[in-house]
């Protein structure tokens, strides 16, 4: 302030008998104040891992960006070097407070936002700039600066702040500018089943060995063994030579210390999520917003099971077997707990908008993708006694008896969360995966599900099943979120979600059968087309499983493919799922009984969206998200000279 007053004498003992006006700059334009909130992604505790997503935006949507954050990690994933580096602890959940580019902050309720300002236009060379923010308190911030540098500061949340800059030339001329800067931070819930929640794209890839692991099927005896790529590093037995049954918890854990890393394993929640990939957008595209996202969906759950009530996990964390729960609550009551909290502190503070995707698991998904995949034998018999196995036939039953009843307590339970109607709840649907090119189904096979020897995609069950999904599943899903057709809506208007099934269109072009010339060398050369991408030869195969001859770990899990849809293979390489809390009829006896391999398809991600299909479901999303947000046109900036003084 001193230099302001300086300049202001400066003016006054002008020897000029005419007042000396503050002039505007000539040049480019007229001088303005730009301003924008910090990593204003509020799970990043780094400002550098959200400049990486700035970096990767060139306003051409998500899946573009997905593609360049791809590209600069060769395909080995970006999400890698920033899932350690979130407000979450180990076991997945939110932490309290957050310690943020060194402040600690409360993650629900932050009393200050920081932001960086800037002035634009032109100012003469060599201006000194005399900055003030003023949001009521006693002094107002000052800062003296260079008028070419960035300004940060934190501004106080929920009460403007008055930024103002006095420009002093060389020449003697003042000018001022001036501009309110409210900060708005966007309350976000996700919540839902494994398509929410990334399922078969864990933030750490599984590493992958270069030799082979054994595995003896169902039956045992002469000829049952086969070998496929293990966990790098596991330091155990390799071979089945232990008799069954013989292997110690100790080595378990030690297998499972190699496993892939999760933003939460009990959940298989993952960064690649849409949900994620949504909101972390959302915080790019909008400068003047910070977005504090509340993750909660987990794979495996149903409305009943995983929404309304606890469910069964998906995989116990990396070396905390033996503090593993097994179950993991309600996402409801950790929804309305973590907005309790919130609203202790600020009464104010409420959902903006909540992100949901469920229903697949109400009609047994995974057992409809067992019936496709699992040939008639031993182990199908096995499936189908512990309930694993669902026809087509059975899961349309549930759709049209369980399912609305099911949809009916989700509205009930939702409606106190979101001010008593679900406008802003964004229901996104479902994707065909099951689509070849040009719309047309996937034909079948063994290609791409050649990573258990039990294991054939057989082309009738297939088309029966992707025919319910298209023709039943998808549209009783549709009316029960929007309350059309016959379904039972007591209060239509209240009772109506936003939904967004954009996508489907896209994803019927990227089904789990599409092959490009394009695709991986990896995926072209050693992903056989007809179902031969392992070596048969035991001996050779405890050696090099792959017939292609490379290592697997040049297997590149995040690289850009036709396929929008993870393979049995893909999902083998990419997470490499040994699954948890399983009934008791299907326990594999050791960790080299095959029925790990099964059971690693079927829970582990076989038949849910890549990366990049997740990065289409959040372009889907993004209208929708802007639209129920009320995002419109930036506040205009005051730009005046200073008055003539008195």
Same mark, same amino acid.
């Given at each position: 302030?001193?230099? +302001?007053?300086?300049?202001?004498?400066?003016?006054?003992?002008?020897?000029?008998?005419?007042?000396?006006?503050?002039?505007?700059?000539?040049?480019?334009?007229?001088?303005?104040?730009?301003?924008?909130?910090?990593?204003?992604?509020?799970?990043?505790?780094?400002?550098?891992?959200?400049?990486?997503?700035?970096?990767?935006?060139?306003?051409?949507?998500?899946?573009?960006?997905?593609?360049?954050?791809?590209?600069?990690?060769?395909?080995?994933?970006?999400?890698?070097?920033?899932?350690?580096?979130?407000?979450?602890?180990?076991?997945?959940?939110?932490?309290?407070?957050?310690?943020?580019?060194?402040?600690?902050?409360?993650?629900?309720?932050?009393?200050?936002?920081?932001?960086?300002?800037?002035?634009?236009?032109?100012?003469?060379?060599?201006?000194?700039?005399?900055?003030?923010?003023?949001?009521?308190?006693?002094?107002?911030?000052?800062?003296?600066?260079?008028?070419?540098?960035?300004?940060?500061?934190?501004?106080?949340?929920?009460?403007?702040?008055?930024?103002?800059?006095?420009?002093?030339?060389?020449?003697?001329?003042?000018?001022?500018?001036?501009?309110?800067?409210?900060?708005?931070?966007?309350?976000?819930?996700?919540?839902?089943?494994?398509?929410?929640?990334?399922?078969?794209?864990?933030?750490?890839?599984?590493?992958?060995?270069?030799?082979?692991?054994?595995?003896?099927?169902?039956?045992?005896?002469?000829?049952?063994?086969?070998?496929?790529?293990?966990?790098?590093?596991?330091?155990?037995?390799?071979?089945?030579?232990?008799?069954?049954?013989?292997?110690?918890?100790?080595?378990?854990?030690?297998?499972?210390?190699?496993?892939?890393?999760?933003?939460?394993?009990?959940?298989?929640?993952?960064?690649?999520?849409?949900?994620?990939?949504?909101?972390?957008?959302?915080?790019?595209?909008?400068?003047?917003?910070?977005?504090?996202?509340?993750?909660?969906?987990?794979?495996?759950?149903?409305?009943?099971?995983?929404?309304?009530?606890?469910?069964?996990?998906?995989?116990?964390?990396?070396?905390?077997?033996?503090?593993?729960?097994?179950?993991?609550?309600?996402?409801?009551?950790?929804?309305?707990?973590?907005?309790?909290?919130?609203?202790?502190?600020?009464?104010?503070?409420?959902?903006?908008?909540?992100?949901?995707?469920?229903?697949?698991?109400?009609?047994?998904?995974?057992?409809?993708?067992?019936?496709?995949?699992?040939?008639?034998?031993?182990?199908?018999?096995?499936?189908?006694?512990?309930?694993?196995?669902?026809?087509?036939?059975?899961?349309?039953?549930?759709?049209?008896?369980?399912?609305?009843?099911?949809?009916?307590?989700?509205?009930?339970?939702?409606?106190?969360?979101?001010?008593?109607?679900?406008?802003?709840?964004?229901?996104?649907?479902?994707?065909?995966?099951?689509?070849?090119?040009?719309?047309?189904?996937?034909?079948?096979?063994?290609?791409?599900?050649?990573?258990?020897?039990?294991?054939?995609?057989?082309?009738?069950?297939?088309?029966?099943?992707?025919?319910?999904?298209?023709?039943? +599943?998808?549209?009783?899903?549709?009316?029960?979120?929007?309350?059309?057709?016959?379904?039972?809506?007591?209060?239509?208007?209240?009772?109506?979600?936003?939904?967004?099934?954009?996508?489907?269109?896209?994803?019927?072009?990227?089904?789990?059968?599409?092959?490009?010339?394009?695709?991986?060398?990896?995926?072209?050369?050693?992903?056989?087309?007809?179902?031969?991408?392992?070596?048969?030869?035991?001996?050779?195969?405890?050696?090099?499983?792959?017939?292609?001859?490379?290592?697997?770990?040049? +297997?590149?899990?995040?690289?850009?493919?036709?396929?929008?849809?993870?393979?049995?293979?893909?999902?083998?390489?990419?997470?490499?799922?040994?699954?948890?809390?399983?009934?008791?009829?299907?326990?594999?006896?050791?960790?080299?009984?095959?029925?790990?391999?099964?059971?690693?398809?079927?829970?582990?991600?076989?038949?849910?969206?890549?990366?990049?299909?997740?990065?289409?479901?959040?372009?889907?999303?993004?209208?929708?998200?802007?639209?129920?947000?009320?995002?419109?046109?930036?506040?205009?900036?005051?730009?005046?000279?200073?008055?003539?003084?008195?």
């Amino acid at each position: 302030m001193r230099r +302001f007053f300086i300049a202001i004498l400066a003016i006054l003992s002008l020897a000029s008998t005419e007042p000396v006006l503050a002039q505007q700059p000539q040049g480019d334009g007229n001088l303005r104040i730009e301003w924008e909130v910090k990593n204003r992604f509020r799970l990043f505790r780094n400002e550098a891992d959200f400049l990486r997503h700035v970096a990767a935006n060139r306003g051409d949507g998500t899946l573009a960006a997905e593609m360049r954050l791809e590209q600069r990690t060769a395909g080995r994933g970006w999400a890698r070097e920033m899932v350690d580096r979130l407000c979450v602890d180990g076991a997945g959940r939110l932490t309290e407070t957050c310690q943020r580019d060194g402040e600690r902050e409360s993650y629900l309720t932050p009393e200050s936002h920081p932001i960086s300002t800037k002035l634009r236009g032109a100012v003469p060379a060599g201006s000194q700039c005399i900055w003030n923010f003023d949001d009521g308190s006693v002094p107002p911030q000052s800062i003296t600066a260079d008028c070419g540098n960035e300004i940060g500061v934190r501004v106080r949340y929920g009460k403007p702040t008055i930024a103002s800059v006095g420009i002093t030339a060389p020449d003697g001329n003042i000018l001022q500018t001036s501009i309110e800067i409210a900060v708005r931070d966007f309350l976000i819930a996700g919540i839902g089943d494994s398509i929410a929640a990334g399922e078969g794209n864990p933030d750490k890839p599984v590493a992958l060995s270069g030799i082979g692991f054994c595995f003896r099927d169902f039956l045992g005896g002469p000829g049952s063994q086969f070998y496929r790529p293990g966990r790098a590093r596991y330091p155990g037995d390799k071979t089945c030579d232990a008799a069954m049954g013989e292997v110690k918890s100790g080595t378990l854990l030690e297998w499972q210390r190699q496993s892939a890393g999760w933003m939460s394993a009990g959940c298989h929640r993952s960064m690649y999520g849409y949900q994620m990939r949504a909101a972390i957008d959302l915080a790019v595209d909008t400068p003047h917003a910070a977005v504090t996202f509340l993750p909660l969906a987990c794979a495996g759950a149903t409305i009943e099971n995983g929404i309304l009530g606890p469910q069964r996990i998906r995989e116990c964390p990396r070396n905390t077997r033996e503090d593993c729960a097994g179950t993991s609550p309600g996402q409801i009551a950790q929804l309305r707990q973590l907005l309790t909290q919130a609203q202790q502190k600020d009464r104010n503070r409420a959902l903006d908008l909540l992100l949901l995707t469920v229903g697949a698991n109400d009609i047994n998904f995974s057992g409809l993708v067992a019936n496709v995949i699992l040939e008639p034998g031993a182990e199908r018999s096995l499936f189908t006694r512990g309930g694993i196995i669902a026809t087509p036939e059975q899961s349309a039953q549930v759709a049209d008896t369980q399912l609305p009843a099911n949809f009916a307590k989700l509205r009930a339970a939702l409606k106190p969360l979101v001010g008593s109607t679900l406008r802003r709840v964004l229901f996104t649907t479902y994707g065909n995966m099951a689509m070849g090119e040009r719309g047309v189904p996937c034909p079948g096979g063994r290609e791409g599900f050649d990573i258990n020897p039990a294991f054939n995609a057989d082309p009738a069950r297939l088309r029966a099943v992707q025919s319910f999904f298209a023709d039943r +599943f998808l549209p009783k899903i549709r009316s029960l979120a929007t309350c059309e057709g016959s379904t039972l809506c007591a209060q239509p208007d209240a009772d109506r979600m936003t939904f967004v099934d954009s996508h489907q269109r896209e994803f019927e072009e990227h089904g789990f059968c599409v092959r490009s010339e394009t695709d991986p060398a990896f995926d072209q050369q050693c992903f056989s087309a007809t179902g031969e991408s392992f070596d048969s030869d035991i001996v050779q195969a405890a050696n090099s499983p792959l017939v292609c001859g490379a290592k697997a770990s040049e +297997f590149r899990p995040y690289a850009s493919r036709a396929r929008w849809a993870r393979t049995a293979n893909d999902s083998y390489f990419t997470a490499m799922t040994y699954p948890d809390g399983l009934p008791s009829v299907l326990q594999p006896a050791d960790i080299h009984d095959a029925l790990w391999g099964i059971l690693s398809a079927v829970y582990g991600g076989a038949i849910h969206p890549t990366a990049e299909g997740h990065a289409a479901m959040a372009d889907a999303a993004r209208p929708a998200i802007r639209s129920l947000l009320e995002l419109t046109q930036e506040p205009a900036v005051d730009v005046r000279p200073l008055p003539p003084p008195q």
